[in-house]
């Protein structure tokens, strides 16, 4: 026989959960309970990205993410040239100049890593991009309005960058 301290532990007289527990809201409410279920789901999800995210750090070498970024400043800057029928319209000389630069100074870091030798493709890359922006200047504007321009901001027309020497100087060629 059970007395009613029994009874009062155990919710009812028949061994049930307590009144206003979870069992009891469980029960009643047959979706609170699904509802907790996807947040451990979740919560375990989450772990596992985390860990994978982590596990893929390990794995990078920031000296491809630098090959990689190299390579698409390549393809970013060539559509900003505007070469092409098909890019002209995206013609835009001063990102096609920002391209370069950071070109080049992510290939002078690469190859004080690396070695001068493995970037011999890249480095023929940006001389051709250097070439190619300083004819699409030159073209773009009459020869006394690019030495007007240097004047007024040295750099700014002949060369995307100082010191590029591909670029540097490059003059429209007569045929002579």
Do not use: F, W
């Not at 907790?36 to 772990?47: C, F, G, L």
């Not at 319209?89 to 920002?98: K, M």
């Not at 699409?136 to 010191?163: I, K, M, N, Q």
């Amino acid at each position: 026989m059970s007395d009613g301290r029994d009874a009062g532990l155990r919710g009812d007289a028949e061994g049930g959960a307590p009144a206003g527990s979870d069992a009891e809201a469980s029960a009643a409410h047959p979706q609170a309970e699904d509802a907790a279920r996807p947040d451990a789901e979740d919560a375990a999800t989450e772990e596992d990205r985390v860990r994978a995210v982590i596990e893929e750090l390990r794995r990078l070498r920031v000296e491809d993410l630098a090959l990689d970024m190299a390579v698409n400043l390549v393809t970013v800057g060539y559509q900003k040239l505007g070469l092409t029928d098909q890019t002209r319209e995206l013609r835009d000389l001063d990102g096609a100049r920002l391209s370069i630069e950071l070109l080049r100074a992510c290939l002078d870091v690469l190859e004080r890593e690396r070695g001068a030798t493995s970037l011999g493709d890249l480095r023929g890359t940006l001389a051709a991009m250097q070439l190619n922006y300083a004819r699409a200047v030159a073209g773009e504007r009459p020869a006394a309005d690019t030495a007007s321009a240097a004047d007024a901001e040295p750099g700014a027309a002949a060369a995307p960058a100082a010191g590029a020497e591909p670029a540097a100087g490059v003059e429209p060629q007569t045929g002579e």
